[in-house]
C-alpha cells in the first residue's frame, strides 16, 4: 500500500517536472508563454466563478417557485439593470483586453531577433528524424550531427528551420512553443535555456506513419561543456580499435550503408540518413525511438521496419557475424 | 408533391421521403466507391522489406504488383533523386541516357531493366546491386519501367515538389 502511494506521488510529481512538458518551463521563451497560460487560466477562471455565482443567485431566488408567481423583478427599461449590464461588458472587455495584450506583447518578444543570440544551429526536418548543423568554430564549415541538440545554458541560439520533405513543427515543451517547418521556407526559434539538464523535442505536425518517433534530445549544459562537445563532433570518426571494429568498417563504408550515411574521415558520404560520424554518443538512434546500445544497433539494421514500419530505412541483409561487427563499429564511433 | 387528399397525400409523402433516402444512398455509395477507387493504388504493407531477392525472370509476378502501385513507382523516383541518378539521367539527358524516351522507344522489360541498373553500371564504376538495398532496386526498376506513362510532372518530381530533398552526396540543406 505505502509503496503504491509512492508510486502514484511519484507519477503525480512527475507531471510536474518532466523532460516534456510546457508546465515545467527552463527557458525565457517557454517561460514567457507559461506566464500567457497563467493569465490566460485567470482571466477565465475569475469570469467562469461570476458566471457560475449568478447562475447560482438566480436559482436560488427563484426557488420554491416563487418567482414564477410574482412579476420579473427588473423590467429590460430599468435603470439598475442598464448599470449592471454596463458593468458586466467593462467586465469581459478587460479581460479580453488583458488576454489579446499579454499575447500581443509574448509573440512580439518571441519573434523580435534577440541582441545576444550568439549561436546559429542549422535543424533540418526529415520524414522521420532531425539533421542538425553546428558551425565548425574552427573552419567555416558545417558540423552534422542527428537528432540532438546541445545548448550552451543563458545563451540565445538562433535555431534556423528547414524541410527537406512535408511539413513538419518543431517543439521542445520544457524550452519554447512550437514552430512550423515547411518545405521551401526559411523559419527560425530563438531558444534561451536557463537551467542546465535532458530535455526532449517532438514532431508536432503530422508528417507521416511514423511522425510519433521523431522525437529528439536536447541537452542544455555549461558553455565549457558545450564548446568541449562540439569541438569533439567536428572531429572525424575515430579509426577502428580492434578487427571486428575494422571488419565493422568495411561493412558500414563499403557496403549498402554508405549510399545514405556519412561517416566523416572514410569512403562513406552519402547524404540523405543520418551522419554517423559520433553515433556512438548520442543518446538514442532511431529519432528517440531506441536508446542507444550495441543490442539496438543490431535490431535497426536489421529489421527497421518492424522497430519503425514506414521509416526510410531499409533492411540491409547481412550474415550475423558482420552484423555483429557493423554494430561494435558504430556503437565505437564516440 | 402537396397533394390535396389528406390520407393518400400522408402515404405519398411517406413513400416519396424513403424513396429519396434509398436514393440519396445509393448516390452516397457510388461517390463513396469513385472516391476510393484509386486507394488500392497505393496498398502497401508495412512491414519486414519485401522482396529480397531480384527477379527471377520476365514472368516474374512480384514485378506486375511493382509496376501498377503508385507508391512503389514514387519512392523508385524519390531514391532516384537520392542515389543522383540525375546526375546522368537529367533534365538534360540525350540519347540513351533519356530514360523515359528510351522506354518509349524500346521498352525493355522488368527483369532486365533491374538488371542493366544493378550490374549494368559497374562498368562506370559503381555496383549499385551491392550499395543499394534489393527492396529500393525494385522500386527504382519500377519508376523507371513506368518513366514513358508518367504525367511531365511526375517525372521531373527532383526538380519540383522533392526539390528541398537531398540530391547525391553535393547536397548543401533544403531549399529555402
Given at each position: ?6 508510486l ?6 512527475g507531471?510536474?517536472?518532466g523532460?516534456?512538458t510546457?508546465?515545467a518551463?527552463?527557458a ?12 490566460m ?25 416563487r ?6 423583478l427588473?423590467?429590460?427599461a ?16 478587460v ?6 495584450g ?7 518578444s ?14 533540418t526536418?526529415?520524414q522521420?528524424w ?14 552534422e ?9 543563458g ?7 528547414g524541410s ?7 517543439w ?10 515547411i518545405?521551401?521556407r526559411?523559419?527560425a ?10 530535455f ?36 572525424p ?6 578487427a ?8 558500414v ?12 574521415g572514410?569512403?562513406?558520404?552519402g ?12 543518446r ?16 535497426w ?15 540491409v541483409?547481412?550474415s ?15 | 408533391m ?7 397525400g400522408?402515404a ?13 444512398w ?28 531480384p527477379?527471377?525472370?520476365?514472368g ?12 512503389q ?9 537520392w542515389?543522383?541518378?540525375g546526375?546522368?539521367?537529367?533534365d538534360?539527358?540525350r ?17 532486365l ?12 564504376g ?9 527492396e ?7 519508376y523507371?519501367?513506368?518513366?514513358a ?23 548543401s540543406?533544403?531549399?529555402?
Open positions: 500500500m505505502k509503496r503504491r502511494a509512492a502514484a506521488a511519484t507519477l503525480a510529481l507531471g510536474c517536472s523532460v516534456q510546457p508546465l518551463p527552463v525565457d521563451q517557454a517561460h514567457s508563454q507559461y506566464d500567457l497560460l497563467l493569465l487560466l485567470w482571466v477565465c477562471g475569475i469570469i467562469y466563478l461570476l458566471v457560475l455565482g449568478f447562475l447560482v443567485l438566480g436559482l436560488w431566488r427563484a426557488r420554491g417557485g418567482a414564477a408567481a410574482v412579476a420579473p427588473l423590467e429590460p430599468d435603470k439598475r439593470l442598464g448599470r449592471l449590464f454596463a458593468v458586466w461588458v467593462a467586465i469581459i472587455v479581460g479580453l483586453l488583458l488576454l489579446a499579454g499575447s500581443f506583447l509574448v509573440e512580439r518571441l519573434a523580435a531577433a534577440q541582441a545576444d543570440e550568439t549561436l546559429r544551429v542549422r535543424v526536418a526529415h522521420y532531425w539533421r542538425v548543423a553546428y558551425r565548425d568554430p574552427a573552419g567555416g564549415g558545417w558540423v550531427t542527428a537528432n540532438e541538440l546541445h545548448l550552451p545554458v545563451r540565445t541560439a538562433r535555431i534556423e528551420l527537406a520533405d512535408v511539413i513538419h513543427s518543431f521542445v515543451p520544457n524550452i519554447s512553443g512550437k514552430m512550423d517547418v518545405p521551401g526559411a523559419n526559434i530563438d531558444l534561451t535555456p536557463r537551467r542546465l539538464g535532458w526532449r523535442g517532438q514532431c508536432a505536425e503530422f508528417c507521416g506513419p511514423q511522425h510519433a518517433h521523431m522525437a529528439f534530445d536536447v541537452k542544455v549544459e555549461t558553455p565549457a561543456a558545450f564548446a568541449a562537445w562540439l569541438a569533439v563532433e567536428a572531429r570518426a575515430r579509426a577502428p580499435g580492434n571486428e571494429q575494422a571488419r565493422g568498417m568495411q561493412v563504408t563499403q557496403g549498402q550503408c554508405a549510399m545514405c550515411h556519412t561517416v566523416r572514410t569512403a562513406a558520404a547524404r540523405n540518413g543520418p551522419d554517423l560520424t559520433h553515433i556512438g554518443s548520442r538514442s538512434i532511431a529519432a528517440g525511438a531506441l536508446s542507444m546500445t550495441r543490442a539496438h544497433l543490431q535490431g539494421i536489421a529489421n527497421p521496419q518492424a522497430i519503425k514500419p514506414g521509416t526510410m530505412m531499409p533492411a541483409t547481412l550475423p557475424a558482420d552484423a555483429d561487427a557493423a554494430a561494435a563499429y558504430l556503437e565505437s564511433l564516440k | 402537396m397533394d390535396a387528399g389528406a390520407v393518400t400522408e405519398k409523402r411517406h413513400r416519396a421521403i424513403i424513396q429519396f433516402g434509398a436514393r440519396d445509393t448516390l452516397g455509395a457510388a461517390i463513396l466507391l469513385l472516391l476510393t477507387a484509386a486507394c488500392t493504388q497505393e496498398n502497401r504493407t508495412l512491414g519486414p522489406d519485401q522482396p529480397q531477392t527477379p527471377n525472370g520476365p516474374d509476378p512480384r514485378a506486375q504488383y511493382f509496376e501498377s502501385n503508385d507508391y513507382v514514387s519512392q523508385g523516383g524519390r531514391y532516384f533523386t542515389y543522383g541518378c546526375s546522368c539521367h537529367g538534360d539527358a540519347g540513351s541516357l533519356d530514360l523515359a524516351a528510351d522506354q518509349q522507344r524500346q521498352p525493355v522489360s522488368f527483369d531493366l533491374y538488371a542493366v541498373i544493378a550490374d549494368g553500371h559497374k562498368r562506370f559503381h555496383d549499385y546491386g551491392a550499395k543499394i538495398p534489393t529500393q532496386l525494385w522500386q527504382i526498376a519500377a523507371v519501367h513506368e518513366l506513362s508518367l504525367k511531365p510532372e511526375r517525372r521531373r518530381r527532383q526538380d519540383l515538389d522533392q526539390a528541398g530533398e537531398p540530391q547525391g552526396s553535393t547536397w540543406g533544403p531549399v529555402r
